[in-house]
């Protein structure tokens, strides 16, 4: 349990930016779905001088765009990047860092065995990702329920919001895996952004 709530505290700051960075995202680009979805006509005008390629590659349709649940899926797009990259870095960071950082072999010797700090290690973090993806589900919900005039269910609109956790959960798996097979890394930044 020491372990755990020294890893919460370790990734603390890291984990309250990068809560901090997805929301204000939500919220900045909620912000301008409103005036986005006033001028229709205006805006399906300069989508139509897209070409179709770059449409298509952005994942623009001017039919789906228009609802809450198509500009919230069309956002989550570049969200879900920034959480992935999050999740990796936690995934890499949370276990070489005891290698790179010379303290494995101390922490080995504790009256614990490899199995308990892998999992604590391993339980903190996806801790972290769950306390990520509860603020981001608050702040998106009620950005969507201030900017959006149509009724939207809450379901639907939490299915939606799963994609960002469930790929932070692969990522965060690709990420401690990688911890496991690097013998030395230096730092956790230069495995996650390739």
């Not at 005036?35 to 623009?60: C, R, W, Y």
Request: charged share 15%; glycine share 4%.
């Amino acid at each position: 349990m020491k372990l755990f709530l020294r890893e919460l505290k370790a990734y603390r700051n890291s984990t309250i930016i990068w809560t901090a960075s997805l929301s204000l995202l939500v919220i900045v680009f909620l912000s301008i779905y409103p005036s986005f979805t006033n001028d229709v006509e205006a805006t399906k005008k300069i989508l139509q001088h897209l070409p179709p390629f770059m449409a298509s590659a952005a994942g623009i349709s001017p039919d789906i765009l228009f609802s809450i649940y198509g500009f919230l899926s069309w956002l989550l797009t570049f969200i879900t990047l920034a959480g992935a990259v999050q999740a990796m870095n936690l995934g890499v960071g949370i276990l070489s860092k005891e290698e790179s950082g010379k303290t494995a072999d101390f922490l080995l010797t504790r009256p614990i065995s490899r199995t308990k700090v892998v999992s604590a290690k391993l339980l903190a973090a996806f801790s972290l990702i769950a306390m990520t993806n509860i603020v981001f589900c608050v702040v998106s919900f009620a950005m969507a329920a201030t900017v959006s005039t149509a009724d939207f269910r809450i379901d639907t609109f939490m299915m939606i919001l799963a994609k960002l956790g469930l790929i932070q959960l692969a990522f965060l798996a690709l990420g401690f895996l990688l911890s496991v097979l690097l013998k030395k890394v230096k730092s956790a930044i230069a495995v996650s952004l390739p």
